[in-house]
């Protein structure tokens, strides 16, 4: 009676086992890494309650440079899926985590790994011959894709068909989300234009070519950059040059991603007058008010707005 209850004790457990076994791995969510977290932002508002996505970098950080980390190895190890620009953004660094963290899931060529820049018409792409002596500069175009709203939900769109992809189960709901991201997004693209216009700024400097898609949306011209050539800091020589064309065409905003410095625009200011500077979020968590993709957005149209 005894050797039956034990049996009977041990067939119990092992059935409430395959239970809870199969209940977890039918509830486990996609652990998603991004590169930036614009794309965590994306990633999390597709995914929904179906993954767990977090980013490398932070949202004060240049993407550009990011050190390995050896915690960063350890994430990527136990992640499903890396969402990536691209376009030589996360060269510097990306290959060396994904080389540590020894997951064949998330390799370049199998479905782990996602890059996203190339599928949303790249600007700037790169014609005849490159040398370093035009600074750093990215062949396959700008890798700041993100900074135009209308592409930003194109990028969801393709994210949600990797995440269906991986997790047919709940692809049509991966789908929906992108789609209301997206047109979400476009609506607001259209306001953001007008409130634009309505702003009279139709001129822009900045420091670095990070807003470059953001520019090219609501038709702003960038007739200078406070960088001589690409990843080069500004010099004295061309700090004068742009205090020249400031005021030649009257520009009347300096916008400097909040990962430089902005001595140099400060500098411009000087000379030019009714000359703004501004430093500036251009990515989610970029400061604290800046908690969303659409934050991105309009906290950059509240500064040319001046507000």
């Known amino acids: 009676m005894k050797l039956g209850h034990k049996k009977f004790h041990a067939q119990a457990l092992l059935y409430i086992g395959i239970i809870f076994f199969s209940s977890t791995a039918l509830n486990a969510k996609i ?25 490398f970098c932070k949202g004060t950080q240049d993407p550009h440079f990011i050190e390995a980390k050896p915690s960063f190895m350890v994430k990527a190890s136990r992640a499903d899926l890396i969402v990536a620009i691209g376009l030589e953004l996360e060269v510097g660094w990306l290959p060396s985590i994904i080389r540590g963290a020894r997951n064949p899931k998330i ?31 990215h062949p396959e175009g700008n890798p700041h894709v993100t900074l135009d ?51 009279g700024v139709s001129k822009i400097i900045t420091y670095h070519k990070t ?14 950059i406070l960088e001589p050539l690409p990843g080069i800091p500004p010099t004295a020589k061309h700090t004068l040059e742009v205090i020249a064309t400031a005021k030649a ?6 916008m400097v991603e909040n990962f430089f410095d902005d001595a140099a625009a400060q500098r411009v200011a000087k000379d030019v007058p009714n000359l703004r500077v501004v430093s500036v979020a251009v990515a989610v968590e970029g400061n604290a008010k ?13 500064t040319i707005e001046g507000k």
């Open 31 to 55: 652990a998603v890494i991004t590169t930036t977290t614009d794309l965590n932002a994306l990633v999390t508002e597709v995914g929904g309650e179906s993954v767990s996505s977090q980013s």
């Open 107 to 137: 390799t370049v060529g199998n479905p782990g790994y996602f890059e996203v820049g190339s599928l949303v018409s790249p600007l700037g792409v790169s014609t005849g011959k490159l040398s370093r002596a035009q600074g750093d500069v």
């Open 149 to 199: 709203p209308v592409r930003a939900g194109q990028i969801a769109k393709a994210i949600a068909q990797r995440l269906g992809e991986l997790d047919p189960t709940n692809k049509v709901n991966y789908i929906q989300r992108a789609e209301a991201l997206d047109a979400r997004l476009n609506a607001k693209t259209k306001v953001w234009g007008e409130r634009i216009k309505k702003s």
């Open 211 to 224: 807003l470059t898609y953001f520019l090219d949306r609501f038709q702003l011209e960038n007739p200078t």
């Open 249 to 254: 065409q009257k520009v009347p905003l300096i």
């Open 290 to 302: 800046v908690k969303s993709i659409d934050d991105v957005y309009e906290h950059l149209v509240l």
